[in-house]
């Protein structure tokens, strides 16, 4: 650990999918490789004491148990495609285990389609033991994530569900209604943009994050954000708005790393925050022009424009080479092309800080 500093952990790194694919014989997919198994595409977050997932696909309660992680204290969401959030019903064990709900960050237009599409999680009165989300709009503004920002402790009552023990030790049911559940207090437009001309990071005001909204950070910070964003176990995140064909997604920058999937266009104004990195993660599915994804040649002008140190490729497909020979073969494309940082393939179980 760098101490100060966020840590990132690919969960998973294969396009929806996955890597094998079901039924494929190639040689990507019949690969004995560890390198060559990717999970759908997830990332775990170590920063400023606070616990991030970024996606929860079909792959999430393997994700988790492969490594050892029993505690989440947010879950950002880049969009809604089922490689991303088809394993957020198995945050239940999460919720038995951690006795709080999960405190899912992501854009109105997920959160729609989350309430359409797992419709008995937003039942009233609940079905016992259905998933315990509590969930919080974001768009491209930063925002400020609290370590344990829900202090109100999730207890199992046999047969009959999850309630909240309440200070004075009485138990509420946890959702009586749509509200209980939504950070309403953030409009989708709410709030002015981060205000370029204080440079200090501003200390929200509501004293629950979850009852109070997500909170904006008016931070510049922009181009050092790793400075002053942590304090008192609270971090600045900065989402990154991408197009994936014409959906709008986020990715998320965490100090000097960011995370950005499902892309196949940044739009000019994002590309300030992105300045100054460390680490960036970029996906890519295949060589070919693709409508909703980048290209390995939109991925190498990406890396050379934005110069981080290391560019790391995730939401790969079996049309790459094996690992090792794609390894090698992106060193010697930078080289070739002479590309302003190293482009390598991320893989799952990779560390970076
Ligand atoms: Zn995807
Ligand atoms: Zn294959």
Redesign the pocket.
């Known amino acids: 650990m760098t101490g100060s500093g966020a840590r990132l952990t690919f969960l998973g790194t294969g396009t929806s999918q996955g ?3 079901i039924g ?7 690969s004995t490789d560890p390198r060559d198994k990717r999970f759908r595409a997830s990332v775990f977050v170590e920063y400023g004491g606070l616990n991030i997932l970024v996606d929860a696909g079909p792959d999430f309660r393997m994700q988790m148990i492969s490594h050892g992680i029993s505690h989440l204290d947010a879950i950002l969401l880049t969009h809604n495609h089922k490689d991303h959030t088809g394993g957020l019903d198995d945050v239940r064990s999460l919720n038995y285990i951690d006795r709080r709900a999960a405190e899912i960050y992501c854009e109105r237009n997920v959160l729609e389609d989350l309430i359409r599409e797992y419709p008995y999680v937003f039942k009233f009165p609940k079905y016992p033991g259905a998933p315990e989300w509590k969930l919080h709009v974001i768009d491209e503004r930063p925002f400020i994530l609290r370590k344990d920002s829900t202090d109100k402790e999730l207890v199992w009552v046999h047969d009959v569900g999850y309630h909240y023990r309440m200070n004075d030790g009485s138990l509420v049911p946890t959702a009586r209604c749509l509200d209980d559940m939504i950070d309403t207090a953030v409009p989708a437009a709410g709030l002015a943009s981060p205000d370029r001309s204080h440079p200090r990071l501003v200390r929200g005001r509501g004293p629950s994050l979850a009852m109070g909204g997500a909170e904006r950070s008016e931070e510049s910070g922009l181009t050092e954000p790793a400075a002053g964003t942590i304090e008192q176990e609270s971090i600045t995140v900065i989402p990154i708005r991408g197009l994936h064909d014409k959906l709008p997604v986020l990715g998320f920058r965490f100090g000097d790393i960011a995370y950005l999937t499902d892309m196949s266009e940044i739009p000019e104004s994002e590309f300030d925050k992105l300045q100054g990195l460390k680490h960036l993660t970029l996906n890519t599915v295949g060589y070919n022009k693709h409508h909703s994804h980048f290209s390995l040649a939109e991925t190498l002008t990406l890396a050379d424009r934005i110069r981080p140190d290391h560019t790391w490729l995730t939401h790969l497909s ?1 049309s790459f080479p094996v690992h090792e020979r794609f390894c090698k073969d992106m060193e010697r494309m930078c080289q070739e092309q002479h590309i302003h940082s190293t482009v390598l393939p991320a893989y799952d179980g990779l560390v970076i800080e």
């Open positions: 890597v094998p694919i494929c014989g190639c040689e990507v997919c019949r079996h």
